[in-house]
């Protein structure tokens, strides 16, 4: 099921309303305030998707990623997509995706990355990611964005990744 969400780029007020949002979620306390820097530094882009006035998820567009390979061939990375249980499956993720991609495409991008849990509980989002076209990056799992070796033990939480792209 598909609906008509509205999606706009994070303002002061969002901030607050995000980190109310966005509790049980996200942990780090100043989270939104650092996003909203980093999103007047124009290092990110934190978009907000809203449906009937409610916000309904949310999703940032990292023009400076962490991880090493999208920094070095300069793939920005889709980060944290988060959509409220309430409001899944109804096509808000996709378009949340899609508005990342089109602000890669107006960076004059080619690629864009994205980073997926490997556990159980991201099933959706991987099964999402590589039916909009993302592909493993060819690196394996990493941790905290840093690769990990064979034999190397992490735990499996949202740290543990598989990195993708997908060409625009």
Same mark, same amino acid.
């Given at each position: 099921?598909?609906?008509?969400?509205?999606?706009?780029?994070?303002?002061?007020?969002?901030?607050?309303?995000?980190?109310?949002?966005?509790?049980?979620?996200?942990?780090?306390?100043?989270?939104?305030?650092?996003?909203?820097?980093?999103?007047?530094?124009?290092?990110?882009?934190?978009?907000?998707?809203?449906?009937?006035?409610?916000?309904?998820?949310?999703?940032?567009?990292?023009?400076?990623?962490?991880?090493?390979?999208?920094?070095?061939?300069?793939?920005?990375?889709? &980060?944290? %997509? =988060? $959509?409220?249980?309430? #409001?899944?499956?109804? +096509?808000? !993720?996709?378009?949340?995706?899609? /508005?990342?991609?089109?602000?890669?495409?107006?960076?004059?991008?080619?690629?864009?990355?994205?980073?997926?849990?490997?556990?159980?509980?991201?099933?959706?989002? &991987?099964? %999402? =990611? $590589?039916?909009?076209? #993302?592909?493993?990056? +060819?690196? !394996?799992?990493?941790?905290?964005? /840093?690769?990990?070796?064979?034999?190397?033990?992490?735990?499996?939480?949202?740290?543990?990744?598989?990195?993708?792209?997908?060409?625009?």
């Amino acid at each position: 099921m598909s609906v008509s969400v509205s999606i706009h780029q994070m303002t002061t007020e969002d901030v607050g309303r995000l980190s109310l949002f966005a509790m049980g979620h996200v942990t780090e306390e100043h989270y939104f305030i650092d996003s909203w820097e980093e999103q007047q530094e124009e290092r990110r882009v934190v978009l907000v998707a809203e449906l009937d006035g409610s916000i309904a998820g949310y999703v940032h567009y990292n023009r400076r990623p962490q991880y090493q390979p999208f920094r070095s061939l300069r793939i920005p990375e889709i &980060q944290d %997509l =988060y $959509v409220d249980h309430k #409001f899944r499956r109804m +096509g808000i !993720g996709r378009a949340l995706i899609a /508005a990342c991609e089109e602000l890669a495409r107006a960076d004059g991008m080619q690629e864009i990355g994205i980073g997926v849990g490997v556990g159980s509980n991201f099933g959706n989002a &991987q099964k %999402l =990611y $590589v039916g909009l076209g #993302f592909v493993p990056d +060819g690196a !394996g799992a990493v941790f905290e964005r /840093a690769p990990i070796s064979v034999g190397e033990v992490r735990p499996v939480d949202d740290r543990l990744c598989l990195m993708m792209f997908k060409s625009l």
